[in-house]
């Protein structure tokens, strides 16, 4: 364990914190988990159009047409780690405001098939930015009993982002004539202009996120390490009073003096960081490929699987979507009572059983209502557990010197396995079936419980100083 004086942990109540502020703040960052989940899904409505715009015939041009934002996505997550350990995470993420923004008009204009990539790799940069930075910058403001909570609003956001995304795509598209001719849908507003409108639109909430960044703090922690000890004391003076700040700044400078060295990549081989950086690769990896994504990524071939004909596939996402919101708003609420340590294990051990009762049903072949119950219970019990803790627990286990590095490293693997898990989805379903493949994900998702099980301590309530002296030995 680290020495020197050890966390105080005198937090005070709730009622002592400046919440209005705290709140607002919290909020204008978790823009950024909109537009990352904005972006991440429109392409989802605009790709039939788009497809025939540039004339897309072949399947690996469709395919790095809808994958190529994650090369994107790996940048942003590299460049946040080592930029905002230079320049803060409140300029980065202004930068990654400004992406948004520049990179939907850019799509919304692209003449061409290569510009249309161009801006959607940027705008995976900016994804890989706000992924990495949003619930970061969150963690190191937020007052520890609130922590929770407010780093979960970042995935209530992506959600609400995920829901904007599909109301804009179907909004678009309301009027388009049902089974519209080829040569209708070749000259038709749809296929010139509509698939625009469904990127350029996402200027709108960019520029929101850019203004309300320009009027929020830097973090107090990164101000701390930076040696900006008087700038971090009066913004956590500001959430809640001189005591609390006084004890915050104890705290940390604490952290920072046993910890020596400014750090870096080349800290987390330490191999007391290594442990730590270790357990958050593992949890963002799990988050992925627990395989709750693939119901998102490949809903129509999952609804299709089980009987239902297309009509009923749209209102069935429709049902994924709303189920997905209600239980982020429940994971909101018990976050900080009920501990990340047993939402996380909930979760595991609740996907484990829901997806080997679908693969025996997939065998059966049993159709219709109950494999949808089984697919909204699956995404209710992601959304409560895995979803937002993930996110949660990899913000503020991290010691204070390497976060940004360390987030950086969790994010990259986080969109990695991202892309491994929708890339063998196919591939697992045509070898091992439906009932094979899912069973597969139970079995992931057993090992990932006892891997929490063993590895990841409770941190609720607790300073980000304390989980890192406890952490680290």
């Keep these: 364990m680290l020495s020197g004086t050890p966390a105080t942990g005198l937090e005070p109540s709730r009622a002592a914190y400046n919440l209005k502020y705290v709140w607002t703040i919290s909020l204008v960052a978790a823009l950024g988990g909109l537009l990352f989940g904005y972006d991440w899904v429109v392409i989802g409505g605009a790709k039939p159009f788009f497809e025939r715009y540039f004339e897309l015939t072949s399947e690996a041009s469709r395919g790095w047409a809808n994958s190529c934002a994650l090369l994107g996505c790996l940048f942003g997550a590299l460049l946040a780690g080592g930029l905002s350990d230079r320049f803060g995470r409140k300029r980065l993420l202004l930068f990654s405001a400004l992406l948004f923004a520049v990179t939907s008009i850019g799509n919304g204009l692209a003449p061409n098939f290569t510009a249309f990539v161009a801006w959607r790799i940027l705008g995976g940069v900016a994804i890989g930015l706000a992924s990495n930075l949003s619930p970061m910058y969150i963690a190191e403001i937020a007052p520890a009993p609130m922590r929770g909570v407010l780093v979960s609003i970042n995935q209530l956001t992506i959600v609400l982002g995920i829901l904007f995304a599909q109301f804009v795509n179907w909004y678009v598209v309301r009027d388009l004539p049902r089974g519209a001719s080829e040569e209708f849908m070749a000259t038709s507003w749809y296929v010139l202009q509509g698939w625009r409108w469904m990127f350029a639109l996402t200027a709108i909430p960019s520029v929101l996120f850019l203004f309300g960044m320009l009027f929020v703090p830097e973090s107090p922690r990164w101000l701390a390490k930076r040696g900006q000890g008087d700038r971090a004391s009066a913004i956590l003076a500001r959430v809640g009073g001189n005591a609390y700040a006084a004890n915050a700044m104890r705290d940390i400078e604490v952290t920072l003096h046993v910890a020596g060295t400014e750090g870096g990549f080349r800290d987390l081989l330490d191999p007391r960081m290594f442990k730590v950086l270790v357990l958050g690769v593992v949890l963002?990896?799990?988050?992925?490929?627990?395989?709750?994504?693939?119901?998102?990524?490949?809903?129509?071939?999952?609804?299709?699987?089980?009987?239902?004909?297309?009509?009923?596939?749209?209102?069935?996402?429709?049902?994924?979507?709303?189920?997905?919101?209600?239980?982020?708003?429940?994971?909101?609420?018990?976050?900080?009572?009920?501990?990340?340590?047993?939402?996380?294990?909930?979760?595991?051990?609740?996907?484990?059983?829901?997806?080997?009762?679908?693969?025996?049903?997939?065998?059966?072949?049993?159709?219709?209502?109950?494999?949808?119950?089984?697919?909204?219970?699956?995404?209710?019990?992601?959304?409560?557990?895995?979803?937002?803790?993930?996110?949660?627990?990899?913000?503020?286990?991290?010691?204070?010197?390497?976060?940004?590095?360390?987030?950086?490293?969790?994010?990259?693997?986080?969109?990695?396995?991202?892309?491994?898990?929708?890339?063998?989805?196919?591939?697992?379903?045509?070898?091992?079936?439906?009932?094979?493949?899912?069973?597969?994900?139970?079995?992931?998702?057993?090992?990932?419980?006892?891997?929490?099980?063993?590895?990841?301590?409770?941190?609720?309530?607790?300073?980000?100083?304390q989980i890192e002296q406890e952490l680290v030995d």
């Design 284 to 465: 963002a990896v799990f988050q992925q490929w627990c395989g709750i994504n693939v119901i998102f990524n490949y809903a129509e071939e999952i609804f299709r699987a089980a009987g239902y004909d297309i009509s009923d596939v749209l209102k069935n996402i429709a049902w994924t979507g709303s189920v997905n919101l209600v239980f982020t708003l429940v994971a909101l609420a018990v976050v900080d009572r009920g501990g990340r340590r047993v939402l996380m294990l909930a979760g595991s051990f609740g996907l484990a059983v829901i997806y080997l009762v679908m693969g025996g049903c997939y065998l059966r072949g049993v159709q219709g209502l109950p494999m949808l119950l089984l697919v909204l219970a699956a995404i209710g019990a992601y959304s409560m557990s895995l979803a937002p803790v993930t996110w949660v627990v990899i913000s503020e286990i991290f010691p204070n010197r390497i976060r940004g590095a360390a987030m950086s490293v969790a994010v990259m693997a986080l969109w990695i396995a991202c892309f491994i898990l929708t890339y063998t989805f196919p591939i697992l379903n045509s070898r091992l079936g439906s009932a094979g493949t899912f069973w597969l994900y139970a079995l992931i998702c057993v090992a990932g419980f006892l891997f929490i099980l063993w590895r990841l301590p409770e941190t609720k309530g607790k300073t980000l100083e």
